[in-house]
């Protein structure tokens, strides 16, 4: 993304210029819906947010005052109303202090033969549902973090930016839910080993 | 260290959620060097990640949904 060009739509806009919030609305809308989807993990909700986010922009945007970049300003909102839609619908099943434990703990972690599998094979419907509700189990700070920085692919301190956390803080919490979804997808592993050879 | 080129490096380490100077992370890739267990530990770490982002691709923005934030914008392209 060129940078010149964002910011001075960002300009245009804190005036009133409609074409040219509707251009940042073109360039950054679909990375704002796919944020919703992948924290929300429904259609409508990510809709939702994409309408709350450009809304609380296009009213705010007088106010950007660029002492961080219009990108992470615009992801930060993004994330709190899809963090605040989660915690109005969600149920944590796993607490910090859960994770913890059992990832401060290497003796507790056990490492799974898997990197044989037929993978392709296994990329169905089935896959995905259960990887989804391996990411529904992380408490939100974790989640956040991996969605952030494993899924939407930004840097630890575009992480760190977003979430109001320190560098240090995202790569503790990255690993934790790395470690996690490893174990939890090892196990889904062994299983799909065993039932292919019953 | 004579295999991995500092690209490698760092990858693997932002993979540990370190940074490429940490002290552990030093120690770790010499581990990884040496130990196939801990290489196994690693690229299940990275495959894991990479099953997550294959599965999760973007979506396109349904055009409904873009019009009706344009709508609710009150702005007309």
């Known amino acids: 993304m060129n940078t010149d060009r964002v910011d001075l739509l960002v300009a245009r806009a804190k005036e009133g210029d409609q074409a040219?919030?509707?251009?940042?609305?073109?360039?950054?809308?679909?990375?704002i819906y796919n944020l919703g989807l992948r924290i929300l993990k429904n259609q409508d909700d990510a809709a939702d947010i994409l309408q709350e986010t450009f809304t609380a922009v296009y009213e705010?945007?007088?106010s950007f005052d660029g002492r961080s970049n219009f990108f992470t300003w615009l992801y930060r909102i993004a994330t709190n109303f899809a963090l605040m839609k989660l915690r109005k619908e969600k149920k944590t099943i796993y607490t910090d202090q859960d994770m913890e434990q059992q990832f401060d703990n290497p003796d507790s972690m056990q490492i799974h033969e898997w990197r044989d599998l037929p993978l392709q094979d296994m990329l169905n419907n089935e896959f995905r549902k259960h990887l989804d509700e391996a990411v529904e189990?992380?408490?939100?700070?974790?989640?956040?973090?991996f969605i952030l920085r494993d899924m939407e692919n930004l840097s630890i301190r575009e992480t760190g930016q977003i979430l109001g956390i320190t560098e240090s803080?995202?790569?503790?919490?990255?690993?934790?839910?790395?470690?996690?979804?490893?174990?939890d997808l090892a196990q889904y592993m062994d299983e799909y080993i065993k039932k292919e050879h019953t | 260290m004579k295999k991995h080129n500092k690209k490698v490096l760092h990858e693997l380490c932002n993979y540990l959620g370190q940074d490429l100077n940490h002290p552990m992370c030093k120690e770790l890739i010499q581990h990884v060097e040496e130990c196939p267990e801990w290489k196994?530990?690693?690229?299940?770490?990275?495959?894991?990640?990479?099953?997550f982002r294959e599965t999760h691709q973007p979506q396109p923005l349904p055009d409904k949904v873009k019009k009706n934030l344009l709508k609710t914008l009150n702005i007309t392209k």
């Open chain 2, 40 to 51: 196994f530990y690693i690229d299940t770490i990275k495959m894991t990640v990479n099953i």
């Open chain 1, 137 to 145: 189990k992380l408490p939100e700070i974790y989640r956040s973090v």
């Open chain 1, 20 to 31: 040219a919030f509707t251009e940042l609305v073109d360039l950054y809308g679909e990375r």
């Open chain 1, 60 to 62: 705010k945007i007088g």
């Open chain 1, 169 to 183: 803080n995202v790569k503790i919490r990255l690993k934790r839910a790395r470690l996690y979804l490893r174990e």
